[in-house]
């Protein structure tokens, strides 16, 4: 049997505020018809002042890392994809190390925005098939309250603040990652962006007089990129491993939009029940997204051994990929 990297402990984390469409409503010229009939989001967590995102990063581990019932000194490695890091450097992984208390091991941040986690989980899955490590640490997190723009109806109702981490371990039975898909496309960089504070525009005050601290989208022409890609990255991994849709148990989709979702299915005739959808209490959280979407599937009882699920997501750069995982 050949090593393959099975998830052995889910956590995830969201922090306490919640702001919800009726408060967007004092904020912008927006209503809560609006936001739910055209993302179907109805309230998103906020992370507090003091709360960074190696912070929310941290307690979802911790809740992974008890649910997979191993110490964090068992750890080979942590990955953390975000891109709304604590600091610029040192990596938001390092941080999530020292909260962790863990040395002797090897820690770093994977810039992928939504499709983050499927990223890390894809980087993970080699280190631990090829044999070198045995045990890692794949967090998706991100707090795109920081990043938003307050006074900008066409993005700020669309995110949300969290976290998801999963605990990998080398396995030698029939279950695990199956096979991970990863895609980007450069040339749409701009299409989802934050223009300042990297080497482009640093920091100074007209980079702050021109707003460019905060997300630029053109949520249109991302709406269209997304249901095309996902749609496809979903082809190619059931066909690479000669599977149909009937047979996986539920696909579990990056959580931006539910239109989108249904774009979707509507594309690969799966009905909406076999899409994990729980954007309506979250929004986007961008690499939170999915491993808290997976987190609450396993959670609710859904899945037994032996099914396949399908992550899929899509994010800037622009960034998509997926991930099958027989359970
Ligand atoms: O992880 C990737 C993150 N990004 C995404 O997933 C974005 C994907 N795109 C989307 O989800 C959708 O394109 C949006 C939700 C962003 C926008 O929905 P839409 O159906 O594409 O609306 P639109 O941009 O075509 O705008 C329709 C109208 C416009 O008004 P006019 O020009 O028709 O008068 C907007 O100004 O809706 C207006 N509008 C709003 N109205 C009330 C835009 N945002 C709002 C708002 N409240 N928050």
Not at 106 to 135: E, H, M, N, P, W
Not at 268 to 277: A, S, T
Not at 290 to 305: D, F, H, S
């Amino acid at each position: 049997m050949p090593i393959r990297s099975r998830i052995i402990g889910l956590g995830s984390y969201v922090p306490e505020r919640v702001l919800t469409n009726y408060d967007l409503e004092k904020m912008v010229d927006t209503s809560h018809e609006w936001i739910l009939d055209r993302t179907g989001i109805s309230e998103r967590r906020i992370a507090s002042e003091e709360e960074a995102t190696s912070d929310l990063a941290y307690l979802a581990s911790q809740i992974a890392i008890r649910d997979a019932g191993i110490k964090p000194g068992d750890l080979d490695f942590i990955i953390v994809a975000t891109v709304t890091p604590d600091m610029l450097f040192p990596s938001s992984a390092c941080l999530v190390q020292q909260k962790l208390g863990v040395q002797g091991i090897f820690a770093f941040d994977i810039s992928a925005a939504c499709s983050g986690f499927i990223y890390a989980l894809s980087v993970a899955d080699q280190y631990i098939k090829s044999g070198i490590y045995r045990t890692g640490l794949v967090v998706g997190a991100d707090a795109f309250s920081k990043v938003v723009d307050w006074t900008d109806r066409n993005t700020c109702v669309l995110f949300g603040d969290g976290a998801g981490a999963a605990v990998l371990q080398a396995d030698s039975g029939n279950s695990g990652i199956i096979s991970t898909h990863l895609y980007s496309d450069g040339a749409l960089w701009d299409l989802l962006y934050v223009p300042g504070g990297g080497s482009r525009n640093p920091p100074s005050e007209a980079m702050l007089g021109n707003r460019l601290q905060y997300i630029k989208m053109r949520g249109n022409e991302t709406f269209k990129v997304a249901v095309n890609t996902m749609s496809e990255v979903i082809k190619e991994a059931l066909k690479c491993n000669g599977l149909t849709p009937d047979d996986i148990k539920l696909f579990i989709p990056h959580q931006a939009n539910l239109r989108i979702i249904q774009a979707i299915s509507k594309k690969l005739n799966v009905p909406m029940e076999r899409f994990k959808v729980n954007l309506a209490n979250y929004g986007n959280t961008s690499a939170a997204s999915v491993p808290i979407a997976l987190y609450e599937t396993i959670r609710e009882g859904k899945i037994e051994k032996g099914d396949y699920i399908l992550l899929e997501a899509f994010g800037a750069g622009l960034t998509w990929g997926a991930a099958l995982i027989k359970w």
